[in-house]
């Protein structure tokens, strides 16, 4: 599974993004694509979850304000980020994950970059 993500960008505090997730295979065959955060010095915080079943989890930090969807026909998912904050600043990675036989199985996209100015 390859994953392309796109959408990064400098915004001011206030404004909105869209970031988009590519994947080389079907996304309805893949168990769940999750959005992650990660900051300087830090490790890669989840944001925003949906399953191939159409559950969907969101950090508290982001309720509210980002939108995870997911368009099978294109193979992609999509970040809405609304009401960006200068702490929604970072490299945003699209992941992949599935299970077998009791294992989980993660792919990464490249990343891009967020920068929230104030």
């Known amino acids: 599974v390859q994953l392309v993500e796109s959408g990064g960008g400098l915004v001011q505090a206030g404004g909105s993004l869209r970031l988009s997730c590519a994947a080389s295979v079907s996304i309805f065959s893949i168990e769940g694509i999750n959005w992650y955060l990660q900051t300087p010095g830090a490790p890669r915080e989840l944001v925003a979850s949906?399953?191939?079943?159409?559950?969907?989890n969101y950090d508290d930090s982001v309720k509210d304000r980002f939108t995870i969807s997911r368009d099978d026909a294109k193979n992609t998912v999509y970040l809405q980020m609304n009401s960006l904050k200068p702490e929604d600043t970072g490299v945003y990675y699209c992941n992949a994950e599935e299970w077998s036989t009791g294992w989980r199985v993660d792919y990464w996209g490249q990343g891009t970059q967020v920068t929230v100015s104030s």
């Open positions: 949906i399953t191939s079943g159409g559950r969907i």
